[in-house]
Structure formats: structure tokens, C-alpha cells
């Protein structure tokens, strides 16, 4: 009787542990099961007798993608053994031992061109070099599966950009189209300047984006610059995305060159972001030990960008006589550094009297260095807006945006409130609002329509700053205008200045249900009084309340839907002046907090301390305060920060950092928004948004 | 009299070493799963080779290195215990991408090995990627031909599982 093969059998004859016998080789040539048994075996192995050679990453050297053994002698981005013995690893030795024997410079592996996850994979055919064309192969996911073509948008990093640039473009990399068995196929453009790059697939229409789950897809651009700035690139790209897959990529820059302090400085940085607060003592302890054999081996004359990194990694680590040493070193001989640049910017704020001095030293300082870190330009910037001089803010504002493009919106705005600047502030604003809306400015992870819903209160704040001024020069279209901002954010602002309108028309129970609407926001600060003064004097204060309380009602229901009521842990702690440490809890003392992140050494921070005041001082009557935090090190700088600004506000310390890790907190100025009990209810707002979320808990709160 | 091979010039250190770490390196990486540790088992064997070097009565070097490359990188297994992460493949892990061959993806298969449990995935890897026989593999891994052969089919039957998905 004729049987089956076994699936035994099947496997101990694909794996060459035995052979079939002949009866079973004839049933297999007409049994359909057996044989499709048979044949998948098969298939496996040639399949995996196919699978080509695993090779080096590929972002090693230039132009040729399989040079990842790089000669003996020859440059570019190769490890070199670590001077500084000291803590030297295993690892280390054998790879110094290595080049030493002549065998190669040594390959170093780092995270490779990685581009897939989860369901779906964009794969690059080929190596991916700056400035040529690539294939790609898209496996989708569920939602994009059934589209005949997908749009492949990309962002590109060159050497040398920032981190969180918001003005890099995102652009249209590729179109791909569906072959027969579902995957995607197309070619992509690689810019010249590329050394990285970020991508998300989605459909013609924008309206279903592949964002990889958040991760988005990424490569690792083959540049004429070296794989160091790929790697920094990806490391400036990943900061406000994870901060987790940003250390293991700083790690492998620094195990690639471990004698750049640059790639210490960062990598204890960006480690701080992620240790737990066990772990950070000894972490910093182990950097200091890196700190000083960096300080032993990298020379009296290392370059401006080394000894800034000095400077900047001794400040970390708490050194302070290494700090002072350093931070002579680079002002004296790297005086244009940026870092220098911004240490000299603070300098000069120090020792000037009033901002005329202020000014004064800053445009010396200028003529000396020009645009050479966006803080120089910035300071003069709000020095020239408090002396509120036209000229002077016209000069400086320009060469702030030199540094600072993403400022021009602002910018125009500012000029607005200036005389004899209104015209051009008005065009800019025009030009400005023209391209918020273009395509190039949408992150990679939005749709089109979460793009136009992100970009709403920005637009209605151009909108509305636009109406007034039009108003002012009695220009046709400044209704429209106002209509625009209000339909797009209900701001308080725009409400005010129709209720206005509305009173010149003569128009008063329209005007008092918008002034009731614009009252709605603490940060308003109109009171009965304004509504009587505005209204006049018949106004009949049990309407305008009743007005208000259901406008209000309206705010709180339209914000709430946004808050977030995380319960924070209960035993974040924070220090003072002094070091005692205090539980969060007992500081938020049962009331609403703007918790209000500052730093002594932002320059942004340091302007924005006086409104930080302002805030505390009206929060106070309906029980709310504000604390103030900052996780640089405990040193006497905060407090002289804000004794020199003759400030009443005490600062505390995130020193084990567990609060600003919980709370994804990064950059300063930043706010958030807590209740009495410690439930996050709003994450990084603005210092203008800050006060009405708060007044918009403080009415929740008894309700949750 | 020498003979014309012993008066050619023997190779460098340097050339052995750009002639056959890319090979070696693949192995390593199949086998461990780690681009550092790879690079590392390199290393290891380019250092032993230099410092005590095999006797004239081994005439492929290639097959030498590689041996020396899988020992070592069996020892690191052995001695790392259970746990392994695993390691996601890539397209831009290869000098050449792979693509659809014998009607598997490539790399749909590359990440599969990957995640077979170590015993497996060395077995399977020597076998079929790398063309050992049972016999070699028992040698190389201290192993049992028998042992070999059971190791490639529970292998082969996981892939299988995890090729055609749930």
C-alpha cells in the first residue's frame, strides 16, 4: 500500500540526514501533498544557500558602498586607539592592538541604514549616496495596500544643520506604483548635501500617512563628508523622536571616535535625558574620569569646536575649575566660536547697566564675530523691541533672522507695533501666512488635514495681527481677515477686537457676547470693570455674568478636550537652594501649578523670567502658583541669575532629573500645567497658554 | 629545491585580512547577531593568526579563518547565556541587497534565522548558508553528527512556522 512521505522523512531528506527511498521518490511525483512538501524544502534551501553575504554598514568612506575595510593609513573616519588608558575596555585594547599590528583600521560597526519595522518596510536597493538616484521597495501597511501609487516625502539633513530645525523642507522624494504582487517600486533622488535622511509613505492624497509607527524610516546617506556627520545628523534628528535610539547613536559616534569631546559632551548630555537617577551619579562620576583624560590629551591649541565641547562637558559634570579653564581657553583663542560667541553675548548682558550699554556692547560684538550664534542676535533683538526703537529693532532683527529664520513671523509682527515699520511688517505677514501653508513646511508624520489643524492658532494670530493693521490704514479686507482668525482659534484677542468693532457700529449686545467670549481667558484680564468701561455704563452686570459663564463654559469644554490628566508618580522629588529635597507634591501645596522650566544658562529662558514673575504673582488669588525648575546642576548660578534680574522667585532642582524625564521635558523656556494632587494636566504649553489652562483646572478640578 | 609556490611571495597580513574579513565578518554577524561583537570575533582571529599562525599542514587558509571565526564566535554563544537580543536585518546590511530568489524573500528569511534560538540558528547557518557538512559542524561545535541533523530539521520546521506566518 502506497503512504505518504513523512514530514520526517521530507525533512531528514532536505537536510541531508537521509535520503528517500525509491518508493517514496515515485509517490512524491504524483501525490500533490507530499510533493509540495517536498518542493518547500527545496525551496528553503536554495533560499537560504542564496542569501548573499551580511556586509559592514556601508556608510564608511566615499562612493563606494562595500569599502568598509578601509586600508592602513588611509583618512577619514577612522577609530584611533584611545590616548587616555584610563577605563580603556576590552574591547578597546583589542582593536588598538589591531591597528597597531597593521591589519586595518578597524571596523567599528554603528547602527545601520535602518528602514524597516513592523508590518511595513521601505527598503533601499543599492547604496544610498548623496546626490544619486536610489530603488526603493515598499511592503505596506494595511491602509496604504490598496492605493495604485504612494507618495514617498522625505527630509534631509545636511552636514552641519541644526537640531529641532523647524525650517528644514520636507519634500517629495518619490512617487511609487504597485506591481502585481502588492509591494511598491519607484526610484527616490538623493540631494547633493544629503547625509541623512527621514522618511514616511502615504497615500496621493496626504490623508494616510505611514509614519512606521512613529519611528519613520531612515538611512544613512554615503557622503563626501564621512559617516561622523550621518551619524550626528540622525543624532540631531532623533532628539524630539527618542531620545533612547539618540544615545545608542551617540554611543557608537563616541565608540568611533573616542578622542572628539564634541562626542562626550553630547553623548553625557543626551545620557541624562534617559539614566535613572541611580544611575546618574555614577554616570557623572565616569564622565569625569573622561573629562580629565580628554583634558590630558587633547592639547593647549585642540580647535574652537573641541575646546567648546571642554567647556560644555566640565559644566555638565560639575567641574567647575575645568569649566573656568576651558571656557578662558575658547573665548581667548576661538573668540567667533558660537560657543564662545554665546558665553561672550551673556558676558556683555552682565555688565551692562540699561540696554542702550547692552546694545552698545552687542554691535561691538557683532562687528567682531557677526552672526555666529543666534543668542548674540536674539538678546539685541528684545533690547532693541523694550527701547521700543524702530531703527534699532530693524537693523537687529534682520541679523537675528540670519540665524533665526524660523523668527520672521514674529518678526513681522514686531514691526507692526513699531512706527514707521507697520507697511512692512503688513507685506511680510502677508508673505508669511502665503507660505505657512505650503506642503514643504508639513511634518512627515501629519496628514494634511492634522497639518492645517496644528498650524490653526499660528495662522489666526497672523490673520488678526493683519486685520488691526489693515484697520489702522482704513485697507479693505481687514474684516475678512478677523473672521479668519476667530473661525480658526477662538483666541481671547480676537474676540476683543471684534467685541471693539462692534462698539464702533454701534452694535452692543454683539459686542458683549464677544467681550464675554474674550473675558472667558484669565490671561485676558477683563474684569467687570473693563465690560463696564467698555460696554458703558448701562451695562447690567447679571447679564454680562451670565454671559461670561457660559462663554466660560465654552472655553473650559473646548480645552478640556485636550488635557491630559496623567497622574504624575508621588515620589518625584526636587531640591532647593540649599539641597533639601522636597517631594512635588507638598510643593504643588493642593493648588493649580504652572510648573516653569528655566535654565540660568538660556538666553530665551532668562528673557522670559519677568512674564514667569508676572504669572506667579496673578495666579496667587485663585490658589495657583507657579515653580520654577531647572535641571542644570545645583550652583550658585540660578540664584544670581535672579537676584541680578531683582526677581522674587525661587528656583528648585530636577536633580535626579526624574521629573523632567517623566515629563518628556526638553529646551527651556517650557511650561506644563499640574493640579493640587499631581495629575499632568497639560504638557508644554506656552507661557501665554499657561495661565488660562491653569484657570481652566482650577474650575475642572473640583468637577473630576 | 623550493618549490615555485614556496618562492611566491606569501601574503601580507594586511591582504589576508582585506581578502577574507568581509567573509568572515558575514558569518560572525549570521551567527551572533551583533555588528560589535562581530567586528570583534574579526579581530580575535586576525590577532591569533598573527600571533601564533597554523602549521604547513593547513593548505586553506580560508577554511581555516573561517573555522577559527566560527569557534570563537560558538565559544561567545556558549558563554553569553540564554539571552540575545535580536537583531532587526536590514536591506543596508548587505554590500548586495537581496531579493525575492526561489520564491522567498530574502530578507523576510535573513530575519527569520535571526530569531531561531541560537543552537538552531548555528546549525542552520553552517549547513545551509555556509555548506558544512554534519560531520564538520559536529566537529566545529563539540557536537554529535546526529545531534547536527535533529538541530537543522527543528530549525528548518521553526523557519517554516515563521515563514508562513500564523
Known amino acids: 500500500m502506497e503512504r505518504h512521505v513523512t514530514r520526517r522523512t521530507l525533512r531528514r531528506s532536505t537536510t541531508g540526514a537521509g535520503d528517500l527511498s525509491i518508493a517514496q521518490v515515485e509517490h512524491a511525483t504524483h501525490c500533490i501533498s507530499c510533493a509540495r512538501q517536498l518542493a518547500w524544502y527545496e525551496q528553503l534551501r536554495a533560499a537560504t544557500s542564496a542569501l548573499p553575504a551580511l556586509a559592514p554598514p556601508n556608510v564608511v568612506g566615499v562612493g563606494n558602498s562595500t569599502l ?84 514617498v516625502r522625505a527630509r534631509f539633513r545636511a552636514a552641519g544643520d541644526r ?40 497615500s496621493v492624497d496626504a490623508q494616510r500617512i505611514d509614519t512606521n509607527f512613529g519611528a519613520l524610516f531612515e538611512v544613512l546617506v554615503e557622503n563626501p563628508h564621512g559617516a561622523r556627520h550621518s551619524l550626528q545628523q540622525k543624532v540631531n534628528d532623533l532628539l524630539d523622536r527618542s531620545w533612547e535610539v539618540a544615545v545608542e547613536t551617540q554611543r557608537a559616534i563616541t565608540r568611533r571616535f573616542p578622542e572628539d569631546p564634541r562626542a562626550w559632551q ?49 559644566r555638565l559634570t560639575g567641574d567647575e575649575a575645568l569649566e573656568q579653564k576651558w571656557l578662558d581657553l575658547l573665548v581667548d583663542q576661538y573668540p567667533g566660536h558660537p560657543r564662545a560667541v554665546e558665553q561672550r553675548t551673556i558676558q556683555v548682558g552682565v555688565a551692562a547697566d540699561n540696554d542702550r550699554d547692552l546694545l552698545t556692547g552687542l554691535e561691538e560684538l557683532w562687528a567682531d ?45 514686531q514691526f507692526l507695533g513699531l512706527a514707521g515699520l507697520e507697511d512692512q511688517g503688513l507685506r511680510r505677514l502677508e508673505t508669511g501666512l502665503i507660505a505657512m501653508s505650503d506642503d514643504e513646511r508639513r511634518p512627515l508624520d501629519l496628514t494634511r488635514r492634522a497639518f492645517e489643524a496644528s498650524r490653526a492658532p499660528v495662522k489666526a494670530a497672523v490673520h488678526l495681527a493683519i486685520s488691526k493693521a489693515l484697520r489702522r490704514t482704513d485697507e479693505s479686507g481687514s474684516s475678512t481677515h478677523l473672521a479668519r482668525a476667530i473661525d480658526l482659534d477662538q483666541s481671547s484677542s480676537a474676540y476683543r477686537e471684534l467685541a471693539d468693532r462692534q462698539i464702533e457700529r454701534g452694535s452692543i449686545d454683539l459686542a458683549l457676547a464677544s467681550l464675554s467670549e474674550a473675558a472667558a481667558d484669565p490671561a485676558s484680564q477683563i474684569t467687570v470693570d473693563t465690560a ?44 532647593d537652594d540649599l539641597g533639601r529635597r522636597h517631594e512635588l507634591v507638598d510643593l504643588l501645596g493642593g493648588g493649580v501649578s504652572v510648573l516653569a522650566y528655566w535654565s540660568p544658562f538660556c538666553g530665551p529662558a532668562l528673557e522670559a523670567l519677568p512674564q514667569i514673575e508676572a504669572l506667579a504673582k496673578r495666579l496667587v488669588p485663585s490658589g495657583g502658583r507657579v515653580i520654577l525648575v531647572t535641571s542644570e546642576p545645583r550652583s550658585p548660578a540660578a540664584g544670581t541669575a535672579l537676584r541680578e534680574r531683582g526677581l522674587d522667585l525661587e528656583t528648585y532642582y530636577d536633580e535626579s532629573r526624574e521629573l523632567t524625564k517623566t515629563l518628556e521635558q526638553f529646551g527651556t523656556p517650557a511650561f506644563h500645567v499640574l493640579d493640587g494632587d499631581g495629575n499632568l494636566w497639560f504638557r508644554d504649553v506656552s507661557l501665554d497658554e499657561a495661565e488660562g489652562k491653569a484657570a481652566v483646572v482650577t474650575a475642572s478640578v473640583d468637577g473630576w | 629545491m623550493k618549490s615555485g609556490r614556496q618562492l611566491e611571495e606569501p601574503p601580507s597580513l594586511h591582504d589576508l585580512y582585506r581578502d577574507h574579513a568581509p ?29 601564533k599562525p597554523p602549521g604547513d599542514g593547513v593548505d586553506d587558509l580560508g577554511r581555516w579563518l573561517r573555522g577559527a571565526a566560527v569557534r570563537r564566535c560558538w565559544m561567545q554563544l556558549r558563554t553569553a547565556g540564554r539571552r540575545r537580543e535580536v537583531r532587526e536585518v536590514s536591506a543596508n546590511d548587505y554590500a548586495s541587497p537581496p531579493s525575492w530568489e526561489h520564491g522567498v524573500d530574502l530578507l523576510h528569511l535573513e530575519r527569520g534565522i535571526a530569531r531561531l534560538p541560537t543552537k538552531l540558528r548555528v546549525v542552520l547557518v553552517l549547513h545551509h548558508v555556509e555548506g558544512y557538512t554534519h560531520a564538520e559542524i559536529g566537529e566545529l561545535l563539540d557536537i554529535s553528527t546526529a545531534a547536527s541533523e535533529k538541530r537543522l530539521s527543528r530549525a528548518v520546521e521553526s523557519l517554516r512556522t515563521y515563514l508562513e506566518g500564523p
Not at chain 1, 552672526?371 to 526703537?389: I, K
Request: glycine share 8%.
Open chain 1, 68 to 151: 568598509a575595510f578601509p586600508a592602513v593609513g588611509d583618512e577619514g573616519d577612522r577609530e584611533m586607539p584611545d590616548r587616555a588608558s584610563r577605563g580603556m575596555s576590552v574591547r578597546t585594547i583589542v582593536r588598538a592592538a589591531a591597528v597597531l599590528i597593521g591589519v586595518s583600521a578597524v571596523l567599528v560597526p554603528f547602527a545601520s541604514n535602518r528602514a524597516s519595522a513592523g508590518s511595513s518596510e521601505l527598503r533601499f536597493v543599492g547604496p544610498v549616496v548623496a546626490g544619486a538616484g536610489v530603488s526603493v521597495v515598499y511592503a505596506p501597511t494595511m491602509a496604504l495596500a490598496d492605493e495604485d501609487s504612494v507618495v
Open chain 1, 163 to 202: 537640531r529641532y530645525d523647524s525650517t528644514l523642507p520636507v519634500a517629495q522624494a518619490g512617487i511609487l506604483r504597485r506591481d502585481e504582487d502588492g509591494r511598491f517600486l519607484g526610484g527616490l533622488a538623493i540631494p547633493e548635501s544629503a547625509v541623512y535622511g527621514l522618511f514616511a509613505v502615504e
Open chain 1, 266 to 314: 553630547d553623548l553625557f548630555a543626551l545620557e541624562q535625558e534617559v539614566v535613572s537617577a541611580l544611575q546618574l551619579d555614577s554616570l557623572k562620576a565616569t564622565h569625569r574620569v573622561r573629562l580629565h583624560s580628554l583634558d590630558e590629551a587633547v592639547g593647549p591649541a585642540p580647535g574652537g569646536d573641541a575646546a567648546g565641547a571642554m567647556f560644555w562637558y566640565a
Open chain 1, 369 to 413: 564675530v557677526g552672526p555666529a550664534h543666534n543668542y548674540l542676535g536674539q538678546s539685541a533683538v528684545f533690547a532693541a523691541l523694550r527701547l521700543e526703537d524702530p531703527d534699532l529693532f530693524r537693523v537687529w532683527s534682520d541679523r537675528y533672522l540670519i540665524t533665526r529664520p524660523e523668527a520672521s513671523l514674529w518678526v513681522a509682527r
Open chain 1, 532 to 575: 463696564v468701561a467698555v460696554l458703558g455704563p448701562s451695562l447690567d452686570r447679571a447679564i454680562w455674568q451670565g454671559a461670561l459663564e457660559e462663554a466660560g463654559q465654552r472655553r473650559r469644554d473646548r480645552i478640556e478636550q485636550t488635557a491630559l490628566r496623567t497622574p504624575l508618580p508621588l515620589d518625584l522629588r526636587l531640591s
Open chain 2, 23 to 51: 567573509t568572515l565578518f558575514s558569518i560572525a554577524l549570521r551567527l551572533l547577531g551583533s555588528q560589535d561583537d562581530a567586528a570583534d570575533v574579526v579581530h580575535d582571529v586576525f590577532l591569533r593568526l598573527h600571533e
